[in-house]
T-cell receptor, first 114, second 112 residues
Framework: DVKVTQSSRYLVKRTGEKVFLECVQDMDHENMFWYRQDPGLGLRLIYFSYDVKMKEKGDIPEGYSVSREKKERFSLILESASTNQTSMYLC?????????????FGPGTRLTVL | AQSVTQPDIHITVSEGASLELRCNYSYGATPYLFWYVQSPGQGLQLLLKYFSGDTLVQGIKGFEAEFKRSQSSFNLRKPSVHWSDAAEYFCAVNNAGNMLTFGGGTRLMVKP
C-alpha cells in the first residue's frame, strides 16, 4: 500500500513565525502535491513537484514556498505565517509525471495561526 | 478554466436508503474523473475513477458512478447506505497532466 505521511496532525503557530510542513511518501512516486482544504471550497492546489528540485505553482501559491531535495520528501514552507493561513493542509503523491493518475493522500495537518 | 461543481453541500439519508451525489464539471477535453471520500480527521481515499471505456464504473465500498458526457456529469451512487458511509465526498477532474481540480465537497449524514 502507498503510504503518505505528514509530520504533524495538529500545529499551532504565532503570526510571523516560519512554519515547515513535511510530507514523505514511500512508493517512489514522481509527483507530489500540497493542498489546503477549507470548508465549502474543497481542496485547492498550492504547489506541486514532478521531480527533485522541480516545482510548479498551483492555484494559490501566494504566501507559500516548497522544497523537494529528495524524491520521497516534499516540504511546504510558510515564510511568515498569517491568520488567514489557518487551514487543513493535505499532501498527496502520484506515480508518473505528466500522466493523469490516482493521487494518494496523507492524513493532513491542521494548522492554526494565532 | 476547468471547474467542478457539487451542488449539494449537505445531504442526509436514512440508513438503507439509496444515495446519489451530484457532480458537474466544466472541461474542454476528455476528462479524467475521480470520486474521493474523507472520513472525519482523515485524508482522502479514492472511491473510483473514470479514464475511458465503460461509462459506468464500480468502486470500493459498493459505490458506482456514471459518466454522462452530454450532461457533463459524474454522479456517485450507492443502492443502500450504511452508517459508516457518513463522510465528506469530493468529486475531482484531472486537467492537463497531473493536476486535480476539486469540487467543494458534499457532506453526507446517515440517519439510523
Amino acid at each position: 500500500d502507498v503510504k503518505v505521511t505528514q509530520s504533524s496532525r495538529y500545529l499551532v503557530k504565532r503570526t510571523g513565525e516560519k512554519v515547515f510542513l513535511e510530507c514523505v511518501q514511500d512508493m517512489d512516486h514522481e509527483n507530489m502535491f500540497w493542498y489546503r482544504q477549507d470548508p465549502g471550497l474543497g481542496l485547492r492546489l498550492i504547489y506541486f513537484s514532478y521531480d527533485v528540485k522541480m516545482k510548479e505553482k498551483g492555484d494559490i501559491p501566494e504566501g507559500y514556498s516548497v522544497s523537494r531535495e529528495k524524491k520521497e520528501r516534499f516540504s511546504l514552507i510558510l515564510e511568515s505565517a498569517s491568520t488567514n493561513q489557518t487551514s487543513m493542509y493535505l499532501c498527496a503523491s502520484s506515480p508518473l509525471a505528466g500522466r493523469p493518475d490516482t493521487q494518494y493522500f496523507g492524513p493532513g495537518t491542521r494548522l492554526t495561526v494565532l | 478554466a476547468q471547474s467542478v461543481t457539487q451542488p449539494d453541500i449537505h445531504i442526509t439519508v436514512s440508513e438503507g436508503a439509496s444515495l446519489e451525489l451530484r457532480c458537474n464539471y466544466s472541461y474542454g477535453a476528455t476528462p479524467y474523473l475521480f470520486w474521493y471520500v474523507q472520513s472525519p480527521g482523515q485524508g482522502l481515499q479514492l472511491l473510483l475513477k473514470y479514464f475511458s471505456g465503460d461509462t459506468l464504473v464500480q468502486g470500493i465500498k459498493g459505490f458506482e458512478a456514471e459518466f454522462k458526457r452530454s450532461q457533463s456529469s459524474f454522479n456517485l451512487r450507492k443502492p443502500s447506505v450504511h452508517w459508516s458511509d457518513a463522510a465528506e465526498y469530493f468529486c475531482a477532474v484531472n486537467n492537463a497532466g497531473n493536476m486535480l481540480t476539486f469540487g467543494g465537497g458534499t457532506r453526507l449524514m446517515v440517519k439510523p
